[in-house]
């Protein structure tokens, strides 16, 4: 998960203004940035990956025929050396994601995603297009250093992945500070649709995806600039979903038996736990109806089926056949639910 940023060509007066914060020597600094200059258009992470390769070009061409001290050639490699921290120090950061679909019935998925259809899918209901973190062990902040802490959401937007066969490149001169490039801050609406541009590249595959029906939920990484750490431990990028949230399972056409009832078990568990723990709080909270469905493969399309059994009402299970099963499966279907706010059940409209 990568933005595309490239440093662009017809470039050579910011790279120059680059090189000139770093180099007092006037013709070393022109040398360089018209090196730089002449890469583009160069990706971001290209340019990183091959630094080296470029830093060992630029000191054979610099000091060509000359004849130079040890401490020149150590002060110049020492100011390259720079320049490639400077880069690495305000580098793109690829984030962290986690992908859902909104396809329950692709063949292909089942059998990648799902152990060849062993596995199961869990169904989510969002509110206000957020999927909310577990109450009880829910993080409000990931410590980076001992100076640098981070907030993070309690909720996570669901965005969808869009898909497009070509990006357009940002400029990677936009992600240095002004103080390097002579780029001054961008006015609000531009800044604010900067952000989004990047953004949105994060959010795009090839359509050669596009079958997936992908949304996916996002947490940046932290800037490097800060304090020299970009990532999060796995043990920091581990979250616990609210369980009220999840309102399905769609048991995988392959998964054995014994799989299943553990399952059902375990499932049937925390559903009891969050029913009767329901009004409890003071804050709104809410209850949706839980459906178990399982998949099946029809031999003559190969086509997966998805197959509606018992479903779960405020803890009592109900099976198919009755008309209060059809009413609320149909509620279920549009994600109806219930609102539990100050002890009080209202039957209204949920985001």
């Excluded at 600039?225 to 392959?254: E, K, P, T």
Aim: with cysteine; glycine share 4%; charged share 25%.
């Amino acid at each position: 998960m990568q933005s595309k940023f490239e440093f662009p060509d017809d470039s050579d007066e910011t790279w120059h203004r680059m090189t000139s914060t770093i180099w007092e020597n006037t013709e070393q600094a022109k040398t360089i940035s018209t090196y730089f200059a002449r890469l583009g258009p160069v990706p971001y992470e290209q340019l990183l990956k091959s630094f080296d390769e470029h830093k060992n070009k630029i000191i054979r061409t610099t000091f060509k025929d000359k004849s130079i001290t040890m401490e020149e050639f150590i002060a110049f490699r020492d100011k390259l050396d720079k320049l490639h921290s400077l880069l690495v120090q305000y580098a793109p950061s690829s984030g962290y994601s986690v992908s859902l679909s909104k396809s329950h019935t692709d063949m292909v998925m089942w059998s990648h995603y799902a152990s060849s259809h062993q596995g199961y899918s869990l169904i989510y209901r969002p509110i206000e297009g957020r999927l909310h973190q577990c109450p009880n062990r829910k993080k409000e902040s990931l410590i980076v250093s001992r100076a640098h802490t981070s907030v993070v959401a309690t909720g996570f937007e669901v965005k969808d992945i869009h898909y497009e066969d070509q990006l357009d490149a940002i400029n990677a001169f936009t992600l240095l500070p002004g103080y390097y490039t002579g780029y001054e801050e961008f006015p609000e609406p531009d800044r604010l649709n900067y952000h989004s541009n990047v953004q949105g590249q994060l959010l795009t595959k090839n359509k050669c995806w596009e079958y997936e029906q992908e949304c996916r939920l996002l947490l940046p990484q932290p800037k490097k600039y800060i304090s020299g750490v970009s990532d999060y431990n796995s043990l920091q990028r581990l979250f616990h979903y609210d369980f009220s949230q999840v309102v399905g399972i769609i048991f995988g056409a392959r998964m054995s038996e014994h799989e299943k009832k553990t399952i059902r078990e375990i499932v049937n568990h925390k559903l009891d736990n969050h029913y009767s723990n329901l009004g409890a709080s003071q804050k709104k909270t809410y209850a949706f109806d839980f459906l178990f469905q399982e998949a099946d493969i029809c031999t003559y399309s190969r086509a997966v089926k998805i197959i509606d059994q018992e479903l779960v009402h405020m803890g009592t299970t109900h099976e198919p056949g009755t008309e209060f099963y059809e009413r609320q499966l149909a509620k279920w279907r549009k994600f109806e639910g219930i609102t539990i706010e100050s002890g009080s059940y209202k039957n209204i409209p949920i985001p």
